[in-house]
Nanobody, 125 residues
């Protein structure tokens, strides 16, 4: 599967953005899909993920209640709706996919086989 992330930009603190991850090939419904981010000078970290088929979701504590991951099977796209953005959310955001991940492994970036290019989100204070 090939992944194309988009939707990044510059937003003021408290604002919202929606990131998209368009997949080509198999349906996103058959993949576990995750969003990760890497801030300047920091390691890449888990943000959110949605499990294949049933669509169970999991979030990092830092974004819980502010971000929401969803998928549109018809458009073969996964979204990350980001609300109440903070300057510390500034990062390059990456989407990733894997066909075989268990729910317990959704937070583990090394378990994902496919990665899209990043999209930059900048939150100004």
């Amino acid at each position: 599967v090939q992944l194309q992330a988009s939707g990044g930009g510059v937003v003021q603190a408290g604002g919202s953005l929606r990131l998209s991850c368009a997949a080509s090939g198999r349906s996103v419904r058959t993949y576990a899909m995750g969003w990760f981010r890497q801030a300047p000078g920091k390691e890449r970290e888990f943000v959110a993920a949605i499990h294949r088929m049933g669509g169970s979701t999991v979030y990092a504590d830092s974004v819980k209640g502010r971000f929401a991951i969803s998928r549109d099977n018809a458009k073969n796209t996964v979204y990350l709706q980001m609300n109440s953005l903070k300057p510390e959310d500034t990062a390059v955001y990456y989407c990733a996919a894997d066909a075989y991940l268990n729910y317990s492994s959704l937070r583990t970036q090394s378990e994902y086989d496919y990665w899209g290019q990043g999209t930059l989100v900048t939150v100004s204070s």
